[in-house]
């Protein structure tokens, strides 16, 4: 399981695809976009998923999604975060 974050064009389009994820059982929180990430929205999701999971939500045609990156926690806190 690894942590990911899910950014969006619009705040309608986050609360959605929150919506989206909860209804799939998942863990999911509404979450400022990081600065270090741009995006048309304010808001992102973060989710914890397998691989499995991750295919079926990112290829998932039912929500929008404007990418899809990998939060990597360093040592001492600090995140950072790889597209996928």
Avoid at 22 to 28: F, G, I, N, Q, T
Wanted: hydrophobic letters at 35%; one cysteine or more.
């Amino acid at each position: 399981m690894h942590d990911f974050l899910f950014t969006f064009e619009t705040t309608h389009q986050a609360l959605k695809g929150e919506k989206y994820l909860k209804s799939l059982s998942y863990k999911v929180k509404l979450i400022p976009t990081p600065f270090e990430i741009f995006a048309e929205c304010g808001f992102s999701l973060a989710v914890q998923l397998g691989e499995e999971g991750l295919e079926k939500v990112k290829n998932d045609k039912n929500w929008l999604h404007a990418d899809c990156y990998l939060i990597i926690q360093e040592s001492g806190g600090k995140k950072h975060y790889e597209r996928v």
